[in-house]
């Protein structure tokens, strides 16, 4: 150690504090400059700690099924009486699905249709909910050579969970769909209208911009829309709900609360995603900067 | 500091070293394991809000008892580890954190006071961090954002702050003493 005079050490002491603060407001800049690497700082970190939160995630989810449980068993009558309506409900549903199914090979086989070639998927667990106070994302764990990219499209058994913003050796961010810098485009089902989704950091995103003439109804099933290419046509995303002040929001067909599970699908697709593909590297650093 | 003083001491072995290291080196460390553990998925209702909430209760805590095991330095890892576990624009817990520090630094004389007191001191202290953080988030990222999860994250603080004050003044007494090393 270095020997210092009293005063002087003092005085060091109580310039440390202004400086700090100041580098604070530095670290700002930086990262409002360079948004990459400040992902890159979060990722090496979120590497680091995927395969520790993989390892407490299984006996968690344990806790978590015991619970779930003795809950079920709580309300296994209710459940019941629920059920054998719903299946009543289903049957009648599955008819009308079989014949549309028949109806459809027959008008498929005159069209000479050629089908989607079908798209690969990556299965990964959901190790961590990383969102923040003002972010809405999750961590998954993946093995090292994923073969994931920026853009791929994340869902769970339901419906749609949101896109793969962030890449690390073994771990990837997906942006959930509730997030506020989410932008989804979507169709109403009944209507064929198009609209955006827009993420609010609460449960429920909003929908917005959709033409004139057409209203969301109360209960319309929500899918996405294969405009700008981003994702493909028809996944399901969720229904219309109003909130109390008549704002039409999605109740997402997803469970983004107790996501576990989620698969990463590769549709192809090169719409509005991965500007770093581009041949022009100066357009990497203001799209990446506008998206944080 | 302490070998400097006249007196009668026993002697300093490598264990004593360790274990008076160890001691001095207990905030920092329960504060980053804590905000680390908070990332872990325990689905916990607003978990997300905890984070900040509990580094600031961690740092104010320290800060004012122990100045000396929470200097400006480690405030500033810890704001840095805050920022990358709760995708917070990198530079706004830091800034925060650093703020606190240096109030509480300053407001040397509450710690001779009672609970109650620094309690408030501590509530006055968090509305001010959740303001600030709340207004360099939205200037950072250019766009108004929700209130509710300032005010949450305020309230989480301010009601948490017992509990953990609860268990450090235990930890600051026994298990993290120097003096008892």
């Known amino acids: 150690m270095i020997r210092l005079s009293i005063p002087v050490r003092q005085a060091l002491s109580k310039l440390t504090l202004p400086v700090l603060i100041a580098a604070a407001f530095g670290l700002m800049l ?93 299965t990964a667990r959901v190790v961590a909910d990383a969102g923040g106070v003002y972010a809405r994302a999750v961590l998954l764990s993946t093995g090292p050579n994923h073969g994931m990219t920026k853009g791929q499209i994340a869902l769970d058994e339901r419906g749609l969970v949101g896109r793969i913003t962030e890449l690390g050796t073994r771990s990837a961010r997906v942006l959930l769909l509730t997030d506020m810098n989410s932008r989804i485009p979507v169709i109403m089902e009944n209507s064929r209208a198009r609209a955006m989704l827009l993420g609010t950091n609460g449960a429920r995103p909003r929908l917005s911009f959709w033409p004139e003439g057409v209203q969301p109804v109360e209960g319309e099933r929500i899918v996405t829309s294969a405009e700008a290419g981003a994702f493909p046509a028809g996944l399901p995303v969720g229904v219309v709900r109003y909130s109390a002040s008549n704002v039409p929001e999605i109740e997402t067909a997803a469970r983004l609360d107790r996501l576990e599970v989620v698969r990463v699908f590769n549709y192809g697709l090169r719409g509005l995603v991965a500007p770093e593909v581009l041949a022009r590297p100066e357009a990497v650093r203001p799209a990446e900067g506008r998206r944080r | 500091m302490s070998e400097r003083l006249p007196g009668i001491r026993p002697q300093q072995t490598l264990w004593r070293r360790l274990d008076a290291a160890s001691r001095t080196a207990f905030p920092a460390a329960c504060t980053a394991l804590l905000l680390l553990a908070l990332a872990a998925p325990f689905r916990m209702p607003g978990q997300a809000q905890l984070q900040p909430a509990v580094a600031l209760a961690c740092v104010f805590f320290w800060s004012l008892f122990r100045p000396s095991s929470m200097s400006p330095p480690v405030v500033f890892a810890l704001g840095l580890l805050l920022d990358l576990v709760s995708l917070q624009s990198p530079g706004v817990s830091v800034l925060v954190l650093l703020l606190v520090h240096g109030l509480a630094v300053r407001w040397r004389v509450l710690a001779g006071q009672g609970f109650l007191v620094v309690w408030l001191a501590f509530v006055l202290v968090a509305a001010g961090a959740a303001l600030v953080a709340y207004v360099l988030s939205c200037g950072l990222m250019l766009r108004l954002l929700p209130v509710q999860s300032m005010l949450f994250q305020f309230g989480l603080a301010a009601g948490l702050y017992p509990a953990l004050a609860w268990a450090f003044t235990l930890a600051h007494r026994g298990l993290a003493n120097p003096e008892g090393a």
């Open chain 1, 30 to 122: 930086l990262g409002k400059a360079d948004a990459i690497l400040a992902e890159r700082a979060r990722m090496a970190l979120a590497d680091a700690l995927a395969p520790l939160f993989a390892t407490l995630a299984e006996p968690l989810a344990t806790v978590q099924r015991a619970t779930d449980e003795v809950h079920g068993l709580l309300e296994l009558r209710a459940d019941n009486a629920r059920l054998r309506e719903e299946n009543e409900n289903l049957r009648r549903w599955h008819a009308v699905a079989l014949a549309l199914d028949a109806e459809n090979a027959t008008l498929k086989a005159n069209l000479r249709w050629i089908p989607d070639p079908a798209p690969s998927y990556t």
